[in-house]
């Protein structure tokens, strides 16, 4: 038998509204070279009932007792394909046009590895926007991986495909930075990715996401950013939009002393960090938070730092 083209892996839980919408926009696309993996943390058969219709569509169904959780269950979904390239496909999100697929396929013959597709959040009020790629954030990340920490401009993991050669996991101890860890370790190794500049896939927005309900909490955004550092060092640092996240993100959590981040450190935090922390305690909050004073508070701290990012290294 020969090897199917795509293997469309989908970590589902709950929400059979959103899974049902995925698989009507996978049923109806052109190109049929495919089989589906779903692998399912629900707590009941939501998601079996609304699978178990589907009748004409290539389904692997796995039911996990117990649940797997994210991301472990992207991981697990990933491990039982058969494609040559593994299509990613979270649940609340869903193919934006019925050749979606064949343009993914277009795009391999290119010789690219790693591929991602531009695409469009939409959210639950109905407003659709369409995030940007500039050439010039291409190849900022392609020169340093690590600066996806201070901006995802390539997406969650549904735009993505990659071939089935890569066995790169994602990391089991992240739970919010769980794809940007991804692509900084793809990158790294590979340095070169290929994007299709069209809008493939349609990205669900809502409030009950783990990334909203993550955003700007110490006790998951802290020690994820302080484990991305103890992964692939200091010298990110050298780029300013690395350090201006790390400014903005101490700033909204108030983290003003070493005691209050050594809260959330596994191990010892870096030097560089610890002088920042200083540099903004020295700040009234208030004059802190606005806009333009915090970005030349934050430059000026960023030439006094830069020296650091050697001694730490």
Known sequence: MDQVFFSICIPAFKHEKNIRRLLNSIEVQSFRDYEII??????????????????????????NIPSQGMPRNWNFAISKACGQWIKIMHDDDWFSDKDSLKYFAEETTKGGMFIFSRYMDVF???????????????????????????????????????????????????KWRVDIDYYISLLLNRNSFSIIDRPLINVGISAAQVTNSCYNVPEVELPESLLIIEKYGLLPFRDI???????????????????????????????????MIKHESFIP??????????????FISYLLNKKLIKIDV
């Open 241 to 275: 939009l690395v350090y201006d996240a790390w400014w903005r993100m101490l700033r909204n959590m108030n983290i003003r002393s070493k005691e209050k981040i050594s809260m959330y450190a596994s191990g010892q935090v870096p030097s560089i960090i610890l002088t």
């Open 285 to 298: 909050i208030k004059i802190l938070n606005i806009g333009v004073v915090s970005k030349i508070l934050m």
């Open 38 to 63: 779903i692998s399912d943390d629900s707590p009941d058969n939501s998601v079996q009932s609304v699978v178990s219709a589907f009748t004409s569509l290539p389904i692997k169904y796995y039911r």
């Open 124 to 174: 639950e009020n109905g407003k659709v926007t369409k995030p940007s790629f500039s050439s010039y954030l291409e190849k900022r990340i392609l020169r340093n991986p690590v600066s996806l920490m201070a901006k995802n401009v390539i997406g969650p993991p549904s735009v993505t495909l990659i071939h089935n050669s890569i066995k790169e996991q994602y990391d089991e101890r992240f």
